[in-house]
């Protein structure tokens, strides 16, 4: 596995995955109507990429995971998200968040996740944040949970149509 810091160029590549995730883990946890509805609360967020803050994992050749960190309030989702806060978060009093973690379906279970989470709380640490948070999917949770980050709050809010996607919030303490 090796890590580097992802450009706009990859912002195709960074969809594709997205997308292969998005169709093939996430109906393991929710329903057709929210797999559907997933779309509205993640996608590229291209801030992260511009403050070189998003991290792609390569196994051999092949674009295993991607995710990242930000050192703004937004706490997810991508370009088209309602509700983003874009400001600087001050490491003394706020969280660094963890950001748009995605697996390819085909390196699931192998640590991607695990990696790029250690890889943006010691980005984050090296920053002056002493706690991150982030907006979970269902998918996420448990991975999330095995590294120590505890659950705050559930944000699901209904779509248009009614249909609810679990989005809870997490935290971890950086020691």
């Avoid at 993640?42 to 092949?62: P, Q, W």
């Avoid at 001050?90 to 890889?119: N, S, V």
Wanted: charged share 30%; glycine share 10%; proline share 5%.
């Amino acid at each position: 596995m090796h890590l580097r810091i992802a450009t706009r160029d990859d912002i195709p590549a960074i969809e594709a995955l997205m997308e292969a995730s998005m169709t093939a883990l996430l109906p393991k946890f929710l329903d057709e109507k929210q797999v559907e509805r997933s779309s509205e609360s993640m996608g590229v967020d291209t801030l992260l990429v511009d403050d070189g803050t998003y991290f792609l994992v390569y196994v051999d050749d092949a674009l295993a995971g991607c995710g990242g960190w930000s050192r703004r309030r937004t706490l997810f989702g991508g370009n088209h998200t309602t509700g983003r806060d874009d400001d600087l978060a001050d490491p003394a009093t706020e969280p660094a968040k963890i950001r748009a973690m995605y697996t390819h379906p085909d390196f699931t279970r192998r640590g991607i996740g695990r990696f790029l989470l250690q890889a943006g709380e010691d980005a984050a640490r090296a920053e002056g944040f002493k706690t991150m948070e982030m907006g979970s999917t269902a998918p996420g949770r448990p991975l999330y949970e095995a590294c120590g980050y505890e659950f705050i709050e559930d944000l699901s809010q209904p779509s248009e149509d009614g249909t609810i996607v679990p989005i809870l919030r997490m935290r971890k303490a950086l020691v």
